[in-house]
Every structure is written in structure tokens, then in C-alpha cells.
């Protein structure tokens, strides 16, 4: 999924559980829709500093009012909005990044689900496994960025989970909520194609080969493996 992709899908699942409702809300005040922002998009506001922050935040609430006194929701176009700025193209990982900080906020704010546990893996035959389809955990996130924005991000929320100097090169990100505390880790390509086989329904078997297609190379048992150790799936249910 290419980065755009990732951000106008990020769009998509913000509003799902909050409505998009039409129309400007002149109850809000200016000030109130930049704070939302910066509590929305934190890792982006770290990386410019609290006034050039504000300042783009105050072109994107007069472009983009806000619709609803709620502001929980406001923001969600913020990511594809950057893209069209100068800063985005000073900072080509800047939407990235915003899209990012937008999984992790709809990861925190997804219903309570819980990870399926270690004995219901092991209970499983290989068979049985390989023609399973799954239920992601409601938090369960991930994106493909062109740019290393994972990197970035992590190195900005997380400074443990960043690891070396960051290379210039396309990577994936997932993110989880296992007991109710939200992890992000970096994946390569074929995780993430199997993720996203995983979304549409396809069955762990199926999803892997065709990872295994694209990526020969790759350990596609290792990245099954970390998927599910990462609490991305709540559950498993026999394919047809």
C-alpha cells in the first residue's frame, strides 16, 4: 500500500467510529481545533517544534474547520492535507508520519478485544492452521510507507523501539494494543502482505503464499509467527 494509500485509508478508518458529519462548526474555537491537533498528531508537532506546529495547524483549521463540536474526530484529513504544503515537501516523510501518529490514536481508541492466547495456537494442527481464516484485533493497525517514516516515528515515540541510524528505504509499521497498551513495531514487505491478506479475508496459508511469491526470500514462517506473538489477532475461524 503506497503512502497515499495508507493516508487516505487512515482518513477512512478515523471516521468510521466518529461520523463525518458536514458543514462548519462555528462553535469551536480556532485555538481549541489546534489543540486538538496537536494532541492528535503529537510525533508531527515534536518534529516541528510547538510554533511552526501551530502555524501550520492554523492554515489547516481555516482550510478544514472543523464539523463538530466533538473535536475527536478533527484531523483525520491532516495527514493528506500535508502533502500539498510546502512543509510536505521539505519533509517528503512528514504525511507519513501524521499518518502514522492517526493509526496509533485509532489503535488507542478502538473497543476492548483481547489477543488470542498461546493454547489455542498450539492446539492447532498445521493443517488446520494454514486453512484458518482470522479476526484481527480491533486495534490492530499497519501501513507500507515509501519513505522511512516508521523509523522516524518510533525514533520520536519511542526511542527504545527505533534502533540504528535510520536508511533511507520504504518499511511497514504495525500496531497493537495487547492488554490494553498500545506497541509499535517495524515489518518488511511480506509481513505486510500478509497482513493485508489477512484482512481481506484470505486464510494464513494462502496469505503466506502469496507473500512467499513476492518475497521468496523472505522468512514467511518468522513473519506469521510475529504477527501473531504481536497480539494483531483475536481469533481463528476454519476456512471453506
Known amino acids: 500500500m503506497s503512502d497515499l494509500a495508507t493516508v487516505r485509508r487512515t482518513v477512512a478508518d478515523a ?37 511552526p506546529f501551530a502555524e501550520l495547524a492554523a492554515e489547516f483549521v481555516t482550510e478544514v474547520p472543523p464539523t ?78 515509501a519513505v522511512p517514516a516508521p523509523s522516524i516515528w518510533l525514533a520520536h515515540f519511542s526511542p527504545r523501539g527505533a534502533g540504528d541510524a535510520t536508511e533511507w528505504k520504504a518499511e511497514g509499521l504495525l500496531i497493537t494494543r495487547p492488554a490494553d497498551h498500545v506497541q509499535a513495531r517495524r515489518i518488511g514487505p511480506s509481513a505486510h502482505r500478509i497482513l493485508s491478506g489477512l484482512r481481506i479475508g484470505e486464510t494464513i496459508g494462502a496469505a503466506s503464499a502469496a507473500a512467499h511469491g513476492l518475497y521468496p526470500e523472505a522468512d514467511i514462517m518468522s513473519a506469521v509467527h510475529s504477527i501473531l506473538d504481536s497480539g494483531a489477532v483475536a481469533g481463528f475461524r476454519a476456512g471453506r
Open 15 to 51: 471516521r468510521a467510529p466518529f461520523g463525518a458529519p458536514l458543514g462548519k462548526c462555528d462553535a469551536v474555537p480556532p485555538v481549541a481545533a489546534i489543540e486538538a491537533l496537536a494532541a492528535s498528531y503529537p510525533v508531527v508537532a515534536a518534529i516541528l517544534g510547538h510554533s
Open 68 to 145: 463538530d463540536p466533538n473535536l475527536a474526530a478533527y484531523g483525520c484529513r491532516f495527514p493528506e492535507w500535508i502533502v500539498g504544503r510546502k512543509i510536505g515537501r521539505v519533509l517528503p516523510y512528514l504525511s507519513s508520519v501524521a499518518a502514522i501518529d492517526r493509526l496509533h490514536l485509532a489503535a488507542a481508541r478502538a473497543p476492548a478485544d483481547t489477543p488470542v492466547a498461546a493454547p489455542v495456537l498450539t492446539g492447532m494442527t498445521a493443517t488446520e492452521w494454514s486453512a484458518s481464516r482470522v479476526k484481527l484485533h480491533a486495534a490492530t493497525r499497519f501501513g507500507w510507507f
